[in-house]
């Protein structure tokens, strides 16, 4: 166990913490005790007709989807029930760096896309009583347990958004996050995982967040010095002293468990890799929701597989944030994914 | 003085030298015995009016542009004397692994845009005797070397044409182009630019070619396996069994001189700055040939200086291989160049 602040309740929360209990893993292997940490906001109605469930992505937590959750708001805390649910291995659920032996670290087992839809499932149904989700939606990796949840429980799931995500991960983006995994695992400070403290990987950290200047943004982003948005002065404040600090404050064992489940996130591992007849088992209604200048969730990818899903509908969000754009830092992306979710949710 | 047989005549070649001699340097600095490696192609008719030369690109080499000449081609050695040079620090011309003290290695100079277009006017004027090039073509760092031409020597300079490159490299262009450094000198192995072969620094090297695998093609090259195009049968033999291999037999020193030099290619140097000035000085007719699945050198960006350029048309190439186009694995991306150049090599 590494202390690591960023991860704490005052940092990131607040949240509670659901005992899943033993869980095994697709890939095989236990979690002796895996946690859920969520966060809800608004209540359950009588009939638990009203809930959404909200899981996180990369390097994420749930504090990040506080911008996208108000009275007013799509995703309206007056109306709904909305449990926002940490993935497992994101520093605040059970992780590598929280956990003890036998999983602690480097000896953290792998995690799918599916051992998080499943122990959300648990969470759902047993902690909550909820037998049907209103809404599923998340970002990127979210998007991701969203297809998942949409072709595992097609029966619970009434309606679907995954916002700048895929349901099978592309070559190309695996690539991309291969060079994330690799910034960090060179780094001589990682000893195979074995560091005493995050602080010892820095310099693989801000590599690592390097690279994500590059990819996680757009070419009009720095065109157009829209790094103002984040209330810096300069490009180079915006790289060296906000997305290195950023990284640089994560667990790196944590970034590894979600960049190796990022790359293979598959729903036709349902059906044989047919990702046709695994998308055609969706029932919910389903937005998808790519972002216009993502540069590794780009819009053709989204639709190519929205094409696939029977009850569903292509809304692009223009951004030029790219794949950031997920951060919120304009307005006009709320303006499009609360208009988009508002008319998702009105949809029977 | 290290062996590095990629750069050999053998695998490169063939080329000649032309000792350029004591040069001074934009940045300060002197190489002591400047020399260029070039190639030519058919002859000089006795006016010295058809002339055109060709630039190298960031990691390449004279030996990479055999594919764009030949008879009945646009750049074709029957009608034309093409000189294809190698730009100073790309291995084969001046670099810091083939040079001895006081620039070898770690203690090669920075070298400039400038450095390379003036080095290769003293070539063109005084080796041949030209005055007036028909033509400046070039790909990449080859197109920032064009635009270089044809601002710095706008009387020289009849025709234009930059491919997959911008006059004034962008933000995103120049973080880009540090990962890629980074990769290189964050491998222990490379201590500093003093290693002794450059198979010290393979895992650099590797990681270097895995970020290019994911920025230097498109995310179509992977989802419609274009891979093939190289002749190999799985994505891993092209990453693993072509990229990777490609980049570790490269010098680390040179590609970091290089890298350096791309990072701050910008003509409005010239112009305190100002980049509508600089290209306003172009009297060439230009021909913009961004390709339109560049990751890095986005059409947009590239339409955006075509704009300043008084005599000029924007020619997107299509190609779904992105930057990596240039390698020329298409017909098709020959028959777009080659139609180009012909138009702009019919033009007054």
Chains 1, 2 share one sequence.
Not at 7 to 22: R, T
Not at 61 to 83: C, H, Q, V, W
Not at 213 to 229: K, N, P
Request: net charge negative; charged share 20%.
């Amino acid at each position: 166990m590494i202390e690591n602040e960023f991860y704490s309740q005052q940092n990131v929360g607040p949240y509670e913490y659901y005992q899943v209990g033993e869980f095994e893993l697709e890939e095989g292997g236990v979690i002796p005790q895996l946690q859920l940490a969520y966060r809800t906001y608004g209540t359950l109605n009588e009939q638990k007709t009203n809930a959404i469930l909200v899981p996180t992505w990369f390097s994420g937590t749930s504090k990040n989807y506080e911008s996208y959750i108000g009275p007013g708001r799509a995703l309206d805390e007056n109306e709904y029930f909305i449990i926002v649910v940490n993935q497992i291995g994101n520093g605040v659920s059970t992780s590598p760096h929280n956990s003890g032996s036998p999983i602690a670290m480097e000896a953290f087992p792998h995690i799918r896309i599916g051992d998080d839809v499943r122990a959300q499932y648990v969470l759902v149904t047993e902690k909550f009583g909820i037998t049907e989700l209103a809404l599923v939606v998340g970002g990127s990796m979210g998007a991701q347990q969203t297809y998942e949840w949409a072709v595992r429980y097609p029966d619970m799931v009434k309606r679907a958004a995954p916002i700048a995500g895929t349901a099978k991960n592309t070559v190309h983006d695996f690539l991309f996050t291969q060079t994330l995994i690799d910034a960090i695992t060179s780094d001589p400070g990682f000893k195979g995982g074995r560091y005493t403290s995050h602080t010892e990987v820095a310099d693989g950290l801000g590599r690592h967040a390097d690279i994500w200047a590059v990819m996680g943004l757009s070419t009009e982003f720095y065109q157009q010095e829209l790094w103002r948005l984040f209330g810096v002065e300069s490009v180079e404040q915006f790289t060296q002293g906000f997305l290195r600090p950023l990284f640089q404050s994560l667990d790196p064992n944590s970034l590894l468990t979600m960049a190796w489940k990022w790359q293979r996130g598959d729903v036709s591992r349902h059906t044989d890799g047919d990702l046709a007849a695994a998308l055609n088992r969706i029932t919910a209604k389903v937005f998808v929701m790519p972002i216009d200048e993502d540069m590794f969730f780009p819009v053709r990818d989204c639709a190519r597989e929205q094409a696939l899903i029977p009850n569903s509908e292509l809304k692009v969000i223009e951004s030029r944030l790219g794949h950031f754009g997920l951060f919120g830092a304009e307005d006009s992306y709320f303006e499009q994914v609360d208009c988009y979710l508002r008319e998702l949710l009105a949809s029977p």
